[in-house]
């Protein structure tokens, strides 16, 4: 059984950086698709970003191209997210999730994930 965890969250300035782990254990990341959603309160469960099994295809939802960035290291099992020029409208609670695809490209987005973390809270706020 797969298990993830994210750490990394905490109080940032407006256009400041942090960055997101998500470390995996159980079994390997190895042929997961691996995603980033967060929640802001009130709001739906959003779709951040995504990266392939073997990390040839990424995605990100149009609010954070160009600010966020999506990588793994499937020798270590941990998929990070590293946020820059980071607004207000990001804080949110981020949760890392996988499932089981070993080849397709995958689609940012909050839907169709087997497996999730407890998630880790990001406030930007001066």
């Known amino acids: 059984q797969l298990q993830l965890v994210e750490s990394g969250g905490g109080l940032v300035q407006p256009g400041g950086s942090l960055r997101l782990s998500c470390a995996a254990s159980g079994d390997t990341l190895n042929d997961h698709a691996i995603g980033w959603i967060r929640q802001a309160p009130g709001k739906e469960r959003e779709g951040v970003s995504c990266?392939?099994?073997?990390?040839?295809?990424?995605d990100y939802v149009d609010s954070v191209k160009g600010r966020f960035t999506i990588a793994r290291d499937n020798t270590k099992n941990t998929v990070t997210l590293q946020m820059n020029s980071l607004k207000p409208e990001d804080t949110a609670v981020y949760y890392c999730?996988?499932?089981?695809?070993?080849?397709?490209?995958?689609?940012?987005?909050?839907?169709?994930?087997?497996?999730w973390g407890q998630g880790t809270q990001v406030t930007v706020s001066s």
């Open positions: 999730a996988a499932r089981f695809d070993p080849s397709r490209p995958c689609v940012a987005s909050a839907a169709r994930w087997s497996y």
């Open positions: 990266i392939s099994s073997r990390g040839t295809f990424n």
